[in-house]
């Protein structure tokens, strides 16, 4: 089966980093209260939304506004405009991690557990050339393999699951990668994540990728209260059509891993801040949290991919940027 990793990119025009603060908080504390409730706010959602006034003054810096209780409408309606945000700011969206066929997708997002894209990219090239087909790696040397998976962590039990799974496309699955969740949940190392990054990426099947990024972000947006994985793909699938699972995914990734950090969030510098109920987590100071973005949202950045997709180099030469490998990230 022909991969298409970069395809699938949205249509939709290009907009520069610069643009992101343009967008003014909501209702939180530093928002001025006026302009973005024009062009962000979902009619009621977002423009009643998390209301300071409703914040129960209590005690403490009400940081947070009295969540005030949200109909399953509204939320619809918040969630997809959140989605349809983040697709104008980011146009370019795409797996990061580099791969040409479904095989390299599966065996380079087995590798990504606990290590950056990046760090993935610059290990796959030795690894592909060494060994190119399920065959060859199911009969690599243990500790050849190891060597080289090595700069991605983990490596023992990573190279232990590459030789597994390989031998099972093999001896199962004809040397072929299955277009089907429960014939690769089956794959050793393989489980619903990885199975649903290669169904989205490398088949086009519609797939919600939950990884770290996405299960924060989606609780931050309130779509789910869940840490759990299986649920929280469930209750956010509800809110999409099916058709939009895969791009949604890639959004909800590339805002986790450039602006909606774990520990500092950069929500002064947030183009869905005034849809966010979590908005005030971060830092509000427009001119700070400019400097928590990473990646290409940086001056000089980039993303993550060594090859990185057509749509991607228009985009930064767009905006001026050089396309280089980048640094590190989160
Ligand atoms: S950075 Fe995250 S928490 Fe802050 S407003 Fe944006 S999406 Fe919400």
């Not at 962000?40 to 998390?50: C, E």
């Not at 099916?242 to 590339?254: A, G, P, V």
């Not at 950069?266 to 849809?275: D, T």
């Amino acid at each position: 089966m022909t991969a298409a990793p970069d395809s699938a990119v949205s249509e939709q025009p290009a907009r520069t980093a610069e643009a992101a603060p343009r967008k003014r908080a909501p209702g939180g504390k530093a928002a001025p209260a006026k302009a973005p409730a024009k062009k962000a706010a979902p009619r009621k959602a977002a423009a009643k939304r998390p209301a300071a006034k409703q914040a129960p003054a209590a005690k403490g810096p009400a940081k947070k506004p009295a969540a005030k209780a949200e109909s399953r409408t509204a939320l619809v309606r918040r969630a997809r405009r959140i989605n349809r945000e983040l697709a104008e700011f980011y146009p370019y969206v795409h797996p990061e991690l580099d791969f040409e066929n479904p095989f390299q997708l599966l065996v380079a997002t087995v590798l990504s557990a606990q290590t950056t894209d990046l760090r993935v990219n610059m290990t796959t090239p030795a690894l592909f050339a060494r060994y190119p087909t399920p065959e060859e790696m199911a009969a690599a040397d243990p500790q050849e393999l190891e060597e080289i998976v090595r700069p991605t962590g983990f490596f023992r039990a990573k190279a232990r699951s590459l030789l597994g799974l390989s031998a099972a496309l093999r001896d199962r699955f004809g040397g072929e990668v299955p277009g089907r969740l429960e014939d690769l949940v089956t794959l050793p190392g393989v489980g619903r994540k990885t199975a649903n990054v290669v169904l989205g990426n490398a088949f086009g099947v519609p797939g919600i990728t939950v990884d770290t990024h996405f299960g924060r972000l989606a609780r931050r947006f309130g779509w789910t209260t869940s840490e759990d994985p299986e649920k929280i793909e469930e209750e956010v699938g509800s809110l999409f059509p099916k058709s939009e699972w895969t791009m949604l995914s890639h959004r909800l990734i590339f805002h986790g891993r450039r602006v909606c950090h774990s520990r500092k969030p950069a929500c002064g510098a947030c183009p869905i801040a005034p849809l966010c109920p979590s908005y005030g987590e971060g830092e509000t100071d427009p001119d700070k949290a400019r400097k928590l973005l990473k990646y290409e949202l940086q001056p000089g950045g980039t993303g993550q991919r060594l090859k990185p997709p057509p749509s991607f180099v228009e985009h930064q030469k767009a905006v001026h940027q050089p396309v280089v490998p980048a640094g590190e990230g989160e």
